[in-house]
């Protein structure tokens, strides 16, 4: 069930710094050379799991990590503690109770100071600090209130994120269920907080928005769960003044705090792709991440800025996901200004549904965890454990790029060319969903496309697909099961699902 999944808990890494991007705006990095190891046919062999111990009498429900810059982890839990953990990844971890007494925390982020630690609670956000260094916080200081909560239990608040201009944002989640005592402003909202501590309502028309992260280059963005008004799960920009779908906090946008203009009657069983022509502050989704092939429930992300040291996807997005217990990858481009992109397969096998991800040294790829609420194929009822690259690089797709006529696949080695050439080696379709109010949306106006011509480039790293039929605003899936790498292997993960908002114009 992709509902309130991780709504549960959410989203929210460690500051990354915005001055390096790693992929700048409408960039992709390069697939990485392949490392003089054997490769890797499994996802095992590329990159190994590792669990952490966890003592007895400790419920470490994840709903935020933060590795500080002494190497210790942060970890913040549904029931309201925060534990710091002492060599996290070694054999004997040592875990201190940091902070308790707080409610819900979701997220947790280093304050500019480098010392302070702040978390978005469900009533507001808070900035902890131990003054006197014995490993436990002491002062507990409001950084910003200003939403209110009415006691439904669904109503979390993500966070909080630091854009480059000293903002915070925090995605504030809808109500679910019966509602006894009333209803309050500014549910499914994102809210951006000054450096000043005012609250900004900047979007509206979220639903579940249970991962929030900013990019290298300093946009928002956001990701959200399947329900009503919400046909799959899906990644999307937060830019000011943006609607998302959901209809239920619209009212809202008639207060004077609000950022969002009113967009009116939603249209109830409407293509997503023709909502904006009818409302113009309407943003689709940059990536849809399609119902059970790609998750039910995405969750935390994280940008990969690790220079290749994690593998060969630096630059693009990590997002894990609650129900399936795995972490899937995104690869973003920028067509016509609007951001869009492909979304793949990674790594499969975690003890429980994953709600943050967070890079820490080494490079470790963090997965905080649990199932409270929600089942997932991961059968612990919570956990923490970790991932590091083998060095050894497994045959993929490395990303998807929109062409004119069609899509560029981009691959993590040399094909062989006779099999990547053959155009039936490909099958592609496209499809959308409804905005609508019943739970999640089948796959509709589903066409299957014709591919005409697979070019090889000369370097045997991408391959170019003619394809008749692309269709603006479409979810396209591209299964490639004819390509083998110069050395025979298959494909890893064969599929892609690339989200077309925009086609590039002639000699893009």
Known sequence: MSSGLLLLFAACQAPRPAAEPAAPPGTLAAASPAPAREPARTEEEGWTLHTVEVPDGIVLEVGGLLELP???????????????????AGPEPHFQLFAEGLQEPLGLLLDADGVSVLTAERGGVTRLRDLDGDGRADRFENVCDDWEISGNYHEY???????????????LNKPFGEEPFGRVPWRGWAVRITPEGEMQPVCAGLRSPAGIEVAPWGEV???????????????????????HGHPW????CRLPESRVPHPGAVPDGMLMPEVPKLIPNFELPAVWFPYDKMGKSPSGMVWDTTGGAFGPFDGQLFVGDQHHAWVMRVALEQVNGRWQGSCHAFRQGFVSGIVRLSFGRGPRLWAGMSNRGWGSRGTAPWGLQWLEWTGRLPFEIHHVEARPDGFRLVFTGEVDPAAA?????????????LLHSSYGSDEVDKKSLRVLEARVAEDRRSVD????????????EILAHGPRSADGRRLLHPGAWYTLIEIPGPGS
Do not use: M
Request: proline share 5%; aromatic share 12%.
């Open 221 to 243: 963005f956001y990701t959200d769960n399947q329900g009503e008004w919400c046909g799959a799960g899906k990644l999307s920009i937060l830019k000011e003044g943006s609607f």
């Open 465 to 476: 697909l003619r394809v008749e039929g692309l269709r603006a605003g479409y979810v396209h």
């Open 70 to 88: 002494d190497g210790a982890l942060l970890v913040s839990t549904r029931r309201g503690e925060i534990w710091r953990i002492e060599e996290p």
């Open 157 to 171: 608040a993500f966070g909080p994120r630091r854009d480059p201009e000293g903002n915070l944002w925090v995605t």
């Open 421 to 433: 050439s053959d155009p039936d080696g490909y099958s592609l379709s496209s499809f959308t969903y």
């Open 249 to 252: 906090g619209i009212e809202s």
